[in-house]
């Protein structure tokens, strides 16, 4: 059975900094890698994906990276932002269960001015 | 545009009572789930579905149910609320397996059972 945990649970970061979010997954047979951000009360933005046979996905500020091998995926964020401050979400697509995702409990950053 | 509508928005129930929580996507997506996300329980999958007519249990489907008669709907009914069942339920829809797809989701419907 697949499952997905993120460390840190909650981070709390000035502002300016880069700062790095983790994922870690226990069936390395894998699709895919999905990266959600979710605001206060609001739905699921997705952010990047990152397909099985890729080591990493770029977007702006973010860079996303995956290590199939070690179960493992990281969500970089550079030069953080206030606006930059919400719950991200990593979702895994495993082979043996190809029509559902399984998240991790998430992130929530704080980003202070 | 094109995307997962997900309504109502917000509805409070009183317990016993029924009612469907409606989702519809326009991508011709074959996947298509429900999750409940819950304080400290993160995202669980209730039911999903990989195209019309077929429809399997998740992780957390009592007091649920669905159906799929076409591809474009996929309704979550819940037969007798009970408080256990206020959340936020989010519907969310892919292509069928494959490593560039991902997925997307509606923007959610806020239940509460009183």
């Known amino acids: 059975k697949q499952e997905v945990t993120q460390i840190p649970a909650a981070l709390s970061v000035p502002e300016g900094e880069n700062l790095v979010l983790n994922c870690s997954f226990t069936?390395?047979?894998?699709?895919?890698l999905q990266w959600f951000r979710q605001d206060p009360g609001k739905g699921l933005t997705s952010l990047l994906l990152?397909?099985?046979?890729?080591r990493e996905q770029t977007s702006g500020r973010l860079n996303a990276s995956l290590d199939k091998s070690s179960g493992r995926s990281t969500l970089y964020i550079a030069a953080s932002q206030p606006g930059d401050s919400a719950t991200y979400l990593c979702?895994?697509?495993?082979?043996?269960?190809?029509?559902?995702?399984?998240f991790g409990s998430g992130t929530r950053l704080s980003i202070r001015p | 545009n094109a995307g997962v509508t997900q309504t109502p928005k917000f509805q409070v129930l009183k317990t016993g009572q029924s009612m469907t929580l409606q989702c519809a996507q326009d991508?011709?997506?074959?996947?298509m789930s429900w999750y409940r996300q819950d304080p400290g329980m993160g995202l669980r999958l209730i039911h999903y579905?990989?195209?019309?007519?077929?429809?399997d249990q998740g992780e957390v489907p009592n007091g649920y149910n669905v159906s799929r008669s076409t591809t474009e709907d996929f309704p979550l009914r819940l037969l007798s609320a009970a408080p256990s069942q206020t959340s936020v339920y989010f519907c969310?829809?892919?292509?069928?397996?494959?490593?560039?797809?991902?997925?997307?989701f509606g923007s959610g419907t806020r239940l509460t059972v009183v």
């Open positions: 969310a829809s892919s292509y069928s397996a494959g490593a560039n797809y991902g997925y997307t």
């Open positions: 069936d390395s047979a894998i699709y895919n």
């Open positions: 990152i397909q099985s046979s890729q």
């Open positions: 979702a895994v697509r495993t082979y043996s269960s190809a029509s559902k995702i399984i």
């Open positions: 991508m011709n997506h074959e996947y």
């Open positions: 579905s990989v195209g019309a007519g077929i429809t």
